[in-house]
């Protein structure tokens, strides 16, 4: 190690197994703040790293550069689970005790694609309780979208999953710009990838307990419930006491727990929701929204659903890569199965009031169609707002005074069936 990795190491933490041996890696990003893998997270406590849910367990963690024998605890307040493309996979811990006094978070900026062809990282040796320090550089890589991939020097020492949740340093401007994630969990490798440094930021900066650390307010409160602070509304049919996606073509296990991850049903190598697909966990930001498009199902059951991952905002809602039930109105209550950590409201108004940014009946009712309106994702059918639409244009023209003359012309049968065509389209365009 050069002298600059010796002074670096000291922001350097090893996520530790209940045994003692490392799982992998994490570094300061706060005063107690701490951000390492989901996975690494998960291989040191148990639980699924795609898992929509927080772990809670105590996770124990050492500073072996800043401080020998000098083993603390901590807790998962950040949580963005691995996806199935193999993205996200960020955690944030909150230290339950001051980290030792050399520990400061290091200079970071974001990986903006700018950086130099060099980075070095510090991780978890696989030999010995100390950091090690490996090198290489950076190259462009299609597998996972908008993540670079690093290639350790040939000639040094292959890494292994111990290297996850490392930082990453270009090497160059030496400023952290990345968390390394190990894509080969079972062997050594010379391959990597970086978690961005703005995506692990964006998680730190959502979180209660960052607030706490800047306001000085104190411990923070772990056991609230937001990790990510978007909310939106959905409703669901109920089938054996499970909730299915309304229109439910497909026999795949979305919302059977209360959770759904997006798959884009086109087949094309793209993370849901892209821009420029239809992809995504769709929901909605007004209750009354929500009963004009889903009047049936949504008399019946409505849930409010904290939204993960990447998130693309439209008119009237949202539609995320992830999203699980938070909680749940139904008209009779019990006839959905107990979702563990959902809350249960018996008032559906009272339920939307609670959560920031949902709202009753924020505005009037659309003149036109919302080009970006949430469809259910398995619907691929028209919604009702389209269909007025393409009525009233259908019925302006029939009322042109061209249109008329035609049928004047026409003689009075033809006349005729196009007035009633003509008052069918009106009452479907008219007020509800
Ligand atoms: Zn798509």
Known sequence: MTAQDVSDAAVVVRILESSGRPAGTGFLVGTRLVATCAHIVTAAIGGGPQSLRRPCAPIAVDFPSAAANHRMSARVCGWVPEYADGRGDIAVLHLDAAPPAAAVPPPMRADDGTTGPGFRMLGAADVGPGIASVSGHFWTSSLLMGWRAMDVEPGTLPISDRFSGAPVWDAAANMVVG????????????????????????????????????????????????VVGVYGLRTFTVIGGKLRPVFDRSDNAAWRDGTCTAKCGKGTPHRPPADGCTCGVYCFRDLNHLRRQYSRQSASVVGVVALEGRVIEGDSGWRAQAARVVALWERTPGVVDVLPG???????????????????????????PRP?????????????????????????????????????????????????????????????
């Open 342 to 368: 959902v809350h249960r409201y018996r008032h559906v108004d009272d339920m939307v009031h609670t959560y920031p940014g949902l709202t009753v009946d924020s505005s009037p009712r659309p003149a036109a």
């Open 372 to 432: 970006t309106s949430p469809h259910s994702r398995t619907t691929g059918a028209q919604s009702t707002e389209d269909l007025r639409y393409v009525a009233a244009l259908v019925g302006a023209i029939l009322a042109s005074p061209e249109a008329i003359v035609l049928l004047i012309i026409a003689g009075p049968i033809v006349g005729v069936t196009f007035f009633v065509v003509f008052v069918i389209l009106c009452w479907l365009c008219g007020p509800r």
């Open 179 to 226: 968390m390394a994630t190990v894509p080969d969990r079972r062997s050594t490798t010379r391959t990597a990838f970086v978690i961005p440094i703005q995506d692990v930021l964006l998680l730190v900066g959502s979180l209660p307990a960052r607030a706490a650390e800047t306001a000085e307010h104190g411990e923070p409160d772990l056991d609230a419930e937001p």
